[in-house]
């Protein structure tokens, strides 16, 4: 059953592509959308590049047909609408304020369903990413929902947050993995399992040991130890699973959750430096998605060195307390030894034997993680930190982030890893803070 799907200007610059995610039914954009695109092409990064992609998109549909009218897809049963006006009067009876984009989008599709075919008007339906427009639509009778494209289910998401996995095997086994350092695992247990999972082997006494699942095996984790730089050490299992995956050199990318104080970016730095102490990598970059609380990057003075210090504080934090004198971290940024940057001036770039921090990666879209991922070269590895519980962008969520939809995605890989530290290790104030707030 065709559908006419109103899409908000939020999904547009979302994903570029969202305009060809509706097979088999009719596309509508009220001129509003294309107004809120206009002022959007100019900008820098992924916003502006999805607003001229769009923009492009339509100019080239013209020759097809009248967007007024409505435009089929060049080979796709899709259609494209634009809406001229967006019918204002339709929205004066329920005292709508007007000069709003969202009460104008609203306006349009409530014309929609007082004018179209009796009977089909249910078959309207607004598209947004803004959750105040769904709340909005559903406070006024009208079927609204999230773009869908890039959510991962609810039950992924519990399991691959849910903590770390037991396996329960026999002492006989958990003997073997401690003589031979591993031992096969059968179909049973293999269904719980991804490449590269680390899990606790539990006996049937109180026998245990740390493994990561590879390969069809159970290996027995080896100690790791740090002396070239600074002496540090797990603090609990989830630690020791980070480790692993951070200094493993067939791993190329790993994420790590985890609440506030767990340790993901100080455990990540002391692996980056001592890496390439051991000439490993020859810099390490750092990123972040740029999602100020109050001001903008571009309110701030300075270059862009100085106009990410605020968002790079954690890094130098991190590095005061491993190190006490900060000269040595000042004389790495000098050499070009530690490049810190904005996510959204990645695009373009090659890091070729680098060891890449990206920092707050529950802000970003799988749109800007896939941009730094594939910009990846030889001998590199990515590190994606994030806490999907602390997400200060306001379109996306737990479901939607790109950290959630990589880790989802990519999990079956021997080149990914993923840990999640659900221990804050910072101090027992942040803990409680973390948890009990």
């Known amino acids: 059953m065709r559908k006419f799907l109103v899409l908000d200007t939020s999904v547009l610059l979302y994903d570029k592509e969202s305009l060809h995610s509706f097979p088999g039914n009719d596309v509508v954009l009220p001129l509003t959308v294309l107004d809120e695109l206009d002022r959007h092409k100019e900008k820098p990064g992924l916003l502006g590049e999805n607003a ?4 492009r998109f339509l100019d080239n549909l013209r020759s097809c047909g009248r967007l007024d009218v409505g435009v089929s897809i060049p080979d796709s049963d899709q259609t494209i609408r634009v809406l001229t006006h967006d019918h204002l009067e339709s929205g004066k009876g329920l005292h709508l304020d007007m000069k709003m984009g969202d009460n104008r989008i609203i306006s349009a599709a409530l014309h929609l369903k007082s004018n179209g075919v009796p009977g089909e008007e249910n078959k309207i ?3 947004t990413k803004d959750i105040n427009l769904r709340v909005k639509c559903d406070a006024l009778g009208i079927p609204a929902e999230d773009y869908y494209k890039d959510h991962i289910s609810v039950e992924l998401h519990d399991d691959d947050y849910g903590g770390t996995p037991i396996i329960h095997l026999t002492d006989e086994d958990i003997s073997e993995i401690y003589d031979t350092g591993r031992i096969s695992v059968d179909d049973v247990h293999r269904s719980e399992l991804y490449e590269n999972c680390f899990v606790v082997c539990q006996g049937t006494s109180k026998s245990s040991v740390l493994c990561k699942y590879n390969n069809g095996f159970l290996k027995k984790l080896h100690t790791i130890d740090f002396k070239k730089l600074t002496s540090i050490s797990p603090r609990n299992k989830e630690q020791t699973f980070a480790l692993h995956a951070l200094t493993d050199p067939k791993i190329k990318l790993v994420c790590l959750t985890g609440i506030a104080g767990s340790g993901k970016t100080f455990l990540t730095l002391m692996t980056a430096l001592e890496n390439l102490y051991a000439d490993g990598f020859e810099r390490i970059v750092v990123t972040r998605s740029i999602q100020p609380v109050c001001r903008d990057l ?31 971290f000042e004389t790495m940024i000098q050499k070009g030894q530690i490049d810190i940057a904005p996510l959204s001036y990645i695009r373009g770039r090659t890091f070729s034997n680098c060891f890449i921090i990206v920092d707050e990666a529950q802000n970003a879209t799988i ?5 730094i991922i594939t910009r990846v070269g030889e001998n590199s590895k990515v590190i994606l930190m994030g806490d999907t519980d602390q997400i200060d962008t306001p379109y996306i969520d737990k479901r939607s982030n790109g950290l959630s939809i990589v880790i989802d995605r990519l999990k079956d890989s021997d080149l990914t890893a993923h840990v999640h530290l659900p221990k804050g290790e910072r101090s027992s104030l942040a803990t409680l803070a973390s948890r009990g707030l």
Do not use: C
């Not at 749109?367 to 941009?371: N, P, S």
């Open 367 to 371: 749109h800007e993680l896939k941009t």
């Open 125 to 127: 339906k607004i598209i």
């Open 298 to 328: 571009g309110f701030l003075p300075g270059d862009m060195q100085e106009k990410m210090a605020p968002w790079m504080a954690p890094l130098v934090d991190n590095f005061r307390h491993a190190f006490k004198d900060m000269s040595y």
């Open 52 to 55: 001229r992609y769009v923009n």
